[in-house]
């Protein structure tokens, strides 16, 4: 039978198994695509159905979630733990607050995330979970209820040594800190059993800022890789939150031109470039006043908002999708190929859809999967347990220097897996194969189980 029939029908069980999670099914595609040939070369994981147990979660746990808002009216949501693989280490992976997750959307995270963290070295299996409670637009004491109520079920199935859960979108220093606390209170024990916290309880330096950072990071190691640099090149970020501004940050740190940024309103582009005292705008905007991109272009009016467009018609050398899931489509896809884009390094979850992932990859660009480019901020989770278990906190210097060493590692081991005989670099094989042959190894020792 050939890769493709073999795919096919691997992918139709898969649906078969799993209807209505199309998030899922994509990010799954994604992965066997690449591992099916490989797994033909090496038979052993074949006999052990490796793929088939990689592709079927740990658990999933679902729970009721009560609390009472500002006016006392008691509200229900779902919150959900994808505990997908802990072959290599503990689950570990974000916590995400928004009204759009659903099982699907947790379930195809925790699948990227195994990889994701597999890629980093570190002894991580991979999670993720969250409640279709969406923060914005609740006040402080509200979303301390939620989260309180949250962590009380949620509390039952994770530690230190099973499950060590992060933030995501919609769950941030605040969030974290009042499960932590919460935790802390029903188990009468402080142990790292979220990361993502506070410096004064047990946080890491530059958690904040690592996935921002460890995306530009991974693209200037792909480009050095081809003897060219990032410096002066014109570069298109979308997103305006965590991960954008910090990527911003890092770019321009490195000489390059950052010309756009984004969120659900629009885009801005600014042809001069954004620059550090923009960026610190930026920051105010979405952290202190909670506003909306359009109001960069009332300060610099050089600028230009375009309404309820993402940037990628905007022509640039390098793309930076920082903002959510299946933000690029394959029209888009094209036009920045089209008008000269020759990297694109993922900042976001699965920011590409399969179309767009297809066009990246026939015209033979850098293109830097999320589950590689993205991993650096789990590379400091990782760094922030080992603190936590070791009773010390490592400096900013010597936590940047880890996380440029990781992501280093991370590129070594795309190009190992992904090298083709031309001399080409397919990161997305890379990745996918890289990730898997860690996990893979580990689950074959373990026998059935």
């Known amino acids: 039978m050939s890769t493709s029939a073999q795919l096919e ?75 997908h693989n802990n072959a290599i280490g503990p689950y570990k992976g974000g916590i995400r607050f928004h009204d759009n997750v659903t099982q699907s959307i947790l379930k195809f995270l925790a699948f990227e995330q195994t990889f994701k963290n597999s890629l980093t070295g570190l002894p991580m299996g991979g999670g993720k979970g969250g409640s279709d409670f ?35 979108i919609g769950v941030g220093a605040r969030e974290i800190s009042y499960m932590f606390g919460q935790y802390k209170r029903i188990r009468n024990e402080f142990t790292g059993v979220l990361t993502g916290k506070g410096l004064a309880f047990g946080g890491s330096e530059i958690r904040v800022e690592a996935t921002g950072y460890g995306v530009v990071y991974f693209m200037e190691d792909m480009l050095a890789h081809k003897g060219l640099k990032l410096e002066g090149r014109a570069c298109s970020v979308s997103g305006s939150g965590n991960v954008a501004q910090y990527a911003v940050e890092k770019i321009i740190a490195l000489g390059g031109r950052v010309i756009t940024m984004s969120d659900s309103s629009g885009t801005i582009h600014d042809k001069d470039g954004i620059t550090m005292e ?25 600028a230009e908002f375009i309404e309820d467009k993402r940037p990628w018609h905007i022509p640039c050398e390098l793309a930076f999708p920082c903002a959510t899931q299946n933000e690029i489509n394959a029209q888009e896809a094209e036009l920045l190929v089209k008008n000269g884009c020759i990297g694109v390094s993922e900042g976001a979850n699965m920011p590409s859809e399969k179309g767009a992932i297809d066009v990246f990859q026939n015209a033979r660009i850098l293109f830097a999967p999320s589950k590689a480019a993205n991993a650096g901020g789990v590379a400091v989770s990782g760094l922030e347990m080992t603190q936590n278990s070791m009773r010390l906190s490592w400096s900013r210097e010597e936590l940047n220097q880890r996380l440029r060493a990781i992501m280093a590692d991370i590129h070594a081991r795309c190009v190992k897996y992904g090298a083709e005989d031309d001399g080409h670099i397919d990161y ?22």
């Not at 999670?21 to 992965?31: G, L």
């Open 9 to 83: 029908e691997f992918m139709n069980g898969l649906i078969r198994r799993n209807p209505g999670e199309p998030e899922f099914h994509q990010a799954v595609h994604e992965v066997a695509q690449h591992i099916i040939p490989y797994v033909e070369k090496n038979p052993k994981y074949e006999s052990a159905q490796i793929l088939q147990r990689l592709t079927e979660p740990d658990r999933i746990i679902s729970f009721r979630v009560c609390w009472e808002d500002d006016h006392g009216n008691v509200r229900t949501q779902r919150g959900y733990r994808v505990q």
């Open 134 to 168: 969406n923060p914005k637009g609740k006040s402080d004491r509200e979303i301390m209820r939620f989260c309180q109520a949250f962590m009380t079920e949620l509390s039952r199935h994770i530690g230190p040594f099973t499950d060590v859960p992060a933030g995501d």
């Open 278 to 302: 923009k960026l610190a705008h930026v920051k105010e905007l979405k952290e202190v006043k909670r506003a909306r991109i359009s109001e960069y272009v009332n300060k610099y009016p050089q």
């Open 428 to 449: 997305l094989k890379g990745a996918n194969v890289g990730g898997f042959v860690k996990v893979a190894d580990a689950m074959l020792a373990y026998g059935v189980i």
